[in-house]
């Protein structure tokens, strides 16, 4: 299983949400290159970075995450997200150095881009990815809530060949609460492709449960930022 620390972007710094609400971020680095360059040291296999304004609709973190694709690529993968809104973009990533990309408004308005995108990059380099809130997916960066499903939704993106879904409870994110384990349970009984778990992991406990349900791999902030896990799982995993 893959430990993936993540590197959420707003206004040019490294942050955290509490439970995805714009306005509640709390900085870790006030330069996200000092956070790559961190985790990369840590020994992190991968990061995942997210243009959270990118997500609520501007592009003010556009250079800066490319310098972080350019500057990261060379050492551990990279996988992004956020603000994808178009098959361009999510080329321009891949032609970058991104290893994966990570579409999610786009995926759930523009279902059929799944395919294209499949076809042009590859499953492997897909990420889709499902954020909910009381089984409905939540989209523009959490701030808009659809009628949508997200079972039965993750069955119609594996289908049309997606690699990965990323799954994250808008209501554990950042809160430390522990990951939402019936829904974990129900999502791994409704797909057949890899998941990726995000929100409310707390510690190795939770991470070791996670993975002996069959996850693929969790991504972790606020936990890591508040040295709530050690670093050493990086090598333990």
């Not at 974990?184 to 992991?201: H, Y």
Request: hydrophobic content about 40%.
């Amino acid at each position: 299983m893959e430990i993936i620390p993540a590197i959420d972007i707003s206004n040019g710094k490294c942050v955290r949400l509490f439970k995805g609400k714009k306005g509640t971020e709390t900085i870790y680095f006030k330069n996200p290159l000092d956070a790559l360059m961190f985790w990369i040291k840590k020994g992190a296999k991968r990061i995942h970075i997210v243009d959270l304004d990118g997500a609520w609709g501007t592009d003010i973190n556009k250079n800066l995450l490319k310098d972080l694709i350019k500057t990261g690529a060379s050492m551990t993968r990279i996988q992004v997200g956020g603000g994808i809104r178009n098959i361009k973009t999510a080329t321009e990533l891949i032609n970058l150095g991104a290893d994966r990309i990570i579409i999610g408004t786009l995926a759930v308005k523009r279902p059929q881009v799944i395919e294209e995108l499949a076809r042009m990059i590859g499953s492997d380099r897909l990420i889709i990815a499902l954020d909910y809130k009381k089984e409905k997916i939540q989209v523009q960066g959490w701030t808009e809530e659809t009628s949508i499903n997200p079972f039965e939704f993750g069955k119609n993106v594996a289908k049309k060949g997606a690699g990965f879904i990323l799954f994250s409870s808008v209501e554990s994110d950042g809160a430390l609460t522990g990951p939402d384990v019936p829904s974990i349970k129900k999502m791994l009984q409704s797909i057949q492709i890899p998941l990726i778990v995000a929100g409310g992991i707390r510690n190795e406990k939770d991470i070791e449960m996670l993975k002996q349900l069959g996850v693929s791999a969790v991504i972790i902030g606020k936990a890591f930022y508040e040295k709530k896990i050690p670093f050493s799982v990086f090598q333990k995993y």
